[in-house]
C-alpha cells in the first residue's frame, strides 16, 4: 500500500469509529476484508488509527471539520505535510477535498478550550483536573502520544546487561529506566519483541514502567501467602513471584476466568510458579499475608494503549465502577491476615477511584490504616497508577 492508501484506509475505520463500532474489532475486520494489505502495511494503518483517536479533539480542531477526514486531515498537518498531496482521489487515495473541507482548513481558528487542546472528553476535565493538581497539563500532554514499550527483566534467569545483549542480537535496542530497576525501554524494533529469543525464553516479560513500580512498592520480604485477587492477565503476579524469594505461595484469581488462559504458559516460561484459582476464595476462606487488588477502573492512566476508551467513557460508567470496587475492598479484605497487607491499585488518574475509595474504606473499617500510598503520573514517562497499603490495627 502506498502511504495515500492508507491514510484512505484510516479514513474509513474512523468513520466506523466515530459511527461507535470499536476500534479494534473494526481494524480486525478490516484487515480480515483486505489480505493484500500485508503486515507493514496494517501496522501503519493501525498507527494512524490510533494516533488519531489520541488527539481526536485537537486534530479535528486544527482541520476545521469535524469527521473521519478531518481527524485525518490534522493528522497529516501535524507530520507537516500538505493534506492536497494526500487527498488527490487517485486510485486507492481519498477523495479530493471540498470547496467546503478546503475553506475550513484555511479558515483562522479559534483558541481551543483546555479540554479541545488536551484532548479530554467535556465532563472529565474538571475531575482530572481535581484530581492531577499541578500535574494536570502534563500527564494529559504525555497521553497524547504514543506508549512506549517497557520490559521487565526476569532477574530469576539473567541480568540486565546480559537481556540487553540478548535482545540487541536479535537488532532490539533498549535503555535501562531510572529509578525502575528491572525495566528496559525499547528504542528500536518494538515489533521483534514477541519473536525475540530472550522473550521466547522468560528473559523479559512486556509490562509497562508504572507497573512494574507498583510491585516494587509491595512488601514481599517476609510473606509466605500472597493473592492477586483481581490478577486479568497475571502480569503483576508474575512480576511479585521473580522478585519473591523461594517458598512462597502465590495463588491467582479473576471473576473472569479468560483472561486468566495464558497465565500458566507464561508463568512457565518465567520459571515460576503460580496456582491459578477457579473459586472465589472468599467463598473458600483462605487468607493470606499479601493480596493485590488492582481493580477495574476507567482506566484513564492508559488511555494513550486504549484512546477509544477514552470517548466512550461516560460518567454513569464511572459511578458503575466506584461501585465495583468498593464492593471488592468489603469482600477481599476479609482474605488478608491479620498481620496481613492489603494492596489498592488502580491504573486511574481520578480521586473518585484512588484516595476517595480509600477514604471510604477507612470510614467503614476504623481498625484499618493506610501505611503507604502512591501515584505514578504518565508525566513522569510511565501510565498512571495509584497504589495505597491497608494493614489491619493490632488491637
Given at each position: ?12 475505520i474512523?468513520?466506523?469509529v ?8 473494526t ?70 477535498l ?6 475550513n ?43 512506549p ?22 537488532n ?9 530497576p ?20 522468560g ?5 509497562d514502567?508504572?507497573?512494574?513500580c ?15 485477587y ?5 502480569g503483576?503476579t ?19 476466568k ?6 500458566s ?13 477457579q ?103 510511565t501510565?498512571?497508577f ?10
Amino acid at each position: 500500500m502506498t502511504p495515500n492508501a492508507r491514510y484512505a484506509a484510516a479514513i474509513d475505520i474512523l468513520g466506523s469509529v466515530l459511527d461507535g463500532e470499536p476500534a479494534e474489532k473494526t481494524l480486525t475486520n478490516w484487515a480480515r476484508s483486505n489480505r493484500y494489505a500485508g503486515s507493514k502495511d496494517r501496522a501503519a494503518v493501525r498507527d494512524i488509527v490510533f494516533d488519531c483517536l489520541r488527539r481526536k479533539r485537537s486534530l479535528m480542531h486544527l482541520a476545521g471539520f469535524d469527521c473521519a477526514r478531518g481527524l485525518v486531515a490534522g493528522h497529516i498537518m501535524v507530520a507537516g505535510h500538505a493534506v492536497e498531496d494526500v487527498f488527490t482521489g487517485e486510485r486507492f487515495a481519498a477523495d479530493v477535498l471540498s470547496e467546503n473541507e478546503r475553506a475550513n482548513l484555511k479558515r483562522a481558528k479559534d483558541t481551543p478550550s483546555y479540554a479541545v487542546r488536551l484532548d479530554v472528553p467535556d465532563w472529565m476535565e474538571p475531575e482530572l483536573c481535581a484530581s492531577l493538581g499541578g500535574g494536570f497539563e502534563a500527564s494529559l500532554i504525555a497521553l497524547q502520544s504514543r506508549a512506549p514499550l517497557d520490559l521487565r527483566v526476569n532477574r530469576k534467569k539473567a541480568e540486565l546487561a546480559q537481556v540487553q545483549a540478548a535482545l540487541l542480537s536479535d537488532n532490539i535496542e533498549t535503555d535501562a529506566i531510572e529509578n525502575v530497576p528491572n525495566a528496559l525501554r525499547v528504542t528500536s524494533n518494538p515489533r521483534r519483541v514477541a519473536l525475540s529469543a530472550a522473550y521466547q525464553s522468560g528473559l523479559v516479560e512486556i509490562q509497562d514502567a508504572g507497573s512494574q513500580c507498583i510491585v516494587d512498592t509491595l512488601p514481599l520480604e517476609d510473606v509466605k501467602s500472597v493473592l492477586d485477587y483481581c490478577a486479568g492477565g497475571g502480569g503483576k503476579t508474575l512480576a511479585m513471584a521473580v522478585l519473591a524469594d523461594g517458598g512462597v505461595r502465590f495463588e491467582a484469581y479473576d471473576q473472569n476466568k479468560a483472561r486468566m488462559n495464558d497465565l500458566s504458559v507464561r508463568a512457565k516460561r518465567a520459571g515460576v510458579s503460580v496456582k491459578i484459582l477457579q473459586t472465589d476464595p472468599v467463598l473458600l476462606g483462605k487468607t493470606y499475608d499479601l493480596v493485590l487488588l488492582d481493580v477495574p477502573c476507567s482506566g484513564t492512566g492508559a488511555w494513550r494503549r486504549n484512546p477509544d476508551g477514552k470517548w466512550r467513557f461516560t460518567d454513569t460508567d464511572l459511578q458503575n465502577l466506584l461501585s465495583v470496587q468498593a464492593e471488592i475492598l468489603e469482600k477481599a479484605h476479609k482474605l488478608v491476615k491479620d498481620d496481613g497487607v492489603l494492596a489498592y491499585v488502580t491504573c486511574s488518574l481520578l480521586r473518585q477511584e484512588n484516595e476517595d475509595q480509600v477514604a471510604a474504606f477507612l470510614a467503614v473499617h476504623t481498625d484499618w490504616v493506610s501505611i503507604n500510598a502512591k501515584r505514578f503520573h504518565p508525566g513522569d514517562g510511565t501510565d498512571g497508577f495509584f497504589v495505597t497499603l491497608f494493614k489491619k490495627i493490632q488491637l
